[in-house]
T-cell receptor
Framework: GAVVSQHPSWVICKSGTSVKIECRSL??????MFWYRQFPKQSLMLMAT?????????EQGVEKDKFLINHASLTLSTLTVTSAHPEDSSFYIC?????????????FGNGTRLTVT | AQTVTQSQPEMSVQEAETVTLSCTYD???????LFWYKQPPSRQMILVIR??????QNATENRFSVNFQKAAKSFSLKISDSQLGDAAMYFC?????????FGAGTRLTVKP
């Protein structure tokens, strides 16, 4: 089956530092990956669509200079939270499609809990 | 390891009728939450309903209700009076303190 690995599973960082989260498709190539953030009351917000070899597409209201996304290969997308603040503390989740079709299933990473102190 | 299984890749329901989506999970933890998310073509993940594991009473949200069987580790979603707007991918999810797992999803089609 298709596996998406997300690393780290949890991280604690100090305010003002940057944190990088990796999302890897282990046994398939993903031209498109998605990054979500889980807010209080458990809603899951799409932050951006990561496209291999091109710029990410950010959803309205998401600061692209703060949440840097790099999709350098067909199996790896990274999300870097720059100059983190306590309000950035959240659960971040990535997902990937096995092929380019919108009908193909999404495979989710296990999430990264970020705590900014 | 925690796993979430949705055994129905596709389901279909007639408008105004009721449909049940299945979800089972595996965990050794005692404190966790369960969710159903709806994903329309916009790819946003819309929370449909959630259930705290410590609560015995099944959660309900208008036309959506769950059948939570903790001992059996089952968490099915019932949609009553189905509407055309209910058509979407539905994901079952499990969350504990530092882990979140999703099922593979069920694509629901609503026939007029």
């Amino acid at each position: 089956g298709a596996v998406v690995s997300q690393h780290p599973s949890w991280v604690i960082c100090k305010s003002g530092t940057s944190v990088k989260i990796e999302c890897r498709s282990l046994d398939f190539q993903a031209t498109t990956m998605f990054w979500y953030r889980q807010f209080p009351k458990q809603s899951l917000m799409l932050m951006a669509t990561s496209n291999e070899g091109s710029k990410a597409t950010y959803e309205q209201g998401v600061e692209k200079d703060k949440f840097l996304i790099n999709h350098a290969s067909l199996t790896l997308s990274t999300l870097t939270v720059t100059s983190a603040h306590p309000e950035d503390s959240s659960f971040y989740i990535c997902s990937a499609r096995k092929d380019g079709s919108n009908n193909s299933p999404l495979h989710f990473g296990n999430g990264t809990r970020l705590t900014v102190t | 390891a925690q796993t979430v299984t949705q055994s129905q890749p596709e389901m279909s329901v007639q408008e105004a009728e009721t449909v049940t989506l299945s979800c089972t999970y595996d965990t050794s933890e005692s404190d966790y939450y369960l969710f159903w998310y709806k994903q329309p073509p916009s790819r946003q993940m819309i929370l449909v309903i959630r259930q705290e594991a410590y609560k015995q009473q099944n959660a309900t949200e208008n036309r959506f209700s769950v059948n939570f069987q903790k001992a059996a580790k089952s968490f099915s979603l019932k949609i009553s009076d189905s509407q055309l707007g209910d058509a979407a991918m539905y994901f079952c999810a499990y969350r504990s303190a530092n882990d979140m797992r999703f099922g593979a999803g069920t694509r629901l089609t609503v026939k007029p």
